[in-house]
T-cell receptor, first 114, second 119 residues
Framework: AQSVSQHNHHVILSEAASLELGCNYS??????LFWYVQYPGQHLQLLLK??????LVKGIKGFEAEFIKSKFSFNLRKPSVQWSDTAEYFC????????????FGTGTRLQVTL | GAVVSQHPSRVICKSGTSVKIECRSL??????MFWYRQFPKQSLMLMAT?????????EQGVEKDKFLINHASLTLSTLTVTSAHPEDSSFYIC???????????????FGPGTRLTVL
């Protein structure tokens, strides 16, 4: 079974700082990778996803993530965070090729200060 | 994107009572719905997967007799927590997926969650 680990549990940044959230997964086969965001009091929303092709994926709100197969990683990045990016971020993985279930990481709480 | 609603958003009940949570896909037909449980500062743990018209598939360690799932239509799934106890207090989130085409991936859309507190 696959598993996902997010090493940063709580990150505090000032506005305009650059962001990188780590995500590593364990599964030997081909995977599909996702980042979700949960703003305070709101439901989970998809930020971006990787299926195949260019390992650098661009998502909404200026976020991007890079799939590095050799490192089993899918880190999320944003060059300049805003106060409105304050939220919980979840990395998720599923086996490719089937409509299988998502496995979520434990989440990273991002707090952006003014 | 597609919208998934949950009702109620929060519920408080006495120990020993049963609570029903509804999950609806508002603008699409959801052939598959998922129920998750989220503990404070922890990840979403999948409880069960339900396909319309068939029995739910429960994850290991989830009591099917305690967490009854019904997916009677393409837009509605219910989770009933039977004989609830304080340890069942949690945040329950549903997710719905539309089956479209031959893509191996169909995005899951998440509901806003239901906060259950059992006294």
């Amino acid at each position: 079974a696959q598993s996902v680990s997010q090493h940063n549990h709580h990150v505090i940044l000032s506005e305009a700082a650059s962001l990188e959230l780590g995500c590593n997964y364990s599964y030997g086969g081909t995977v599909n990778l996702f980042w979700y965001v949960q703003y305070p009091g709101q439901h989970l929303q998809l930020l971006l996803k990787y299926f195949s092709g260019d390992p650098l994926v661009k998502g909404i709100k200026g976020f991007e993530a890079e799939f590095i197969k050799s490192k089993f990683s899918f880190n999320l990045r944003k060059p300049s965070v805003q106060w409105s990016d304050t939220a919980e971020y979840f990395c998720a993985v599923k086996r490719a090729g089937t409509a299988s279930k998502l496995t979520f990481g434990t989440g990273t709480r991002l707090q952006v200060t003014l | 994107g597609a919208v998934v609603s949950q009702h109620p958003s929060r519920v408080i009940c006495k120990s020993g009572t049963s609570v029903k949570i509804e999950c609806r896909s508002l603008d699409f037909q959801a052939t598959t719905m998922f129920w998750y449980r989220q503990f404070p500062k922890q990840s979403l743990m999948l409880m069960a997967t339900s396909n319309e018209g068939s029995k739910a598939t429960y994850e290991q360690g989830v009591e099917k007799d305690k967490f009854l799932i019904n997916h009677a239509s393409l837009t509605l799934s219910t989770l009933t927590v039977t004989s609830a106890h304080p340890e069942d207090s949690s945040f329950y989130i549903c997710s719905a997926r539309q089956l479209a085409g031959l893509s191996s991936y169909n995005e899951q859309f998440f509901g806003p969650g239901t906060r259950l507190t059992v006294l």
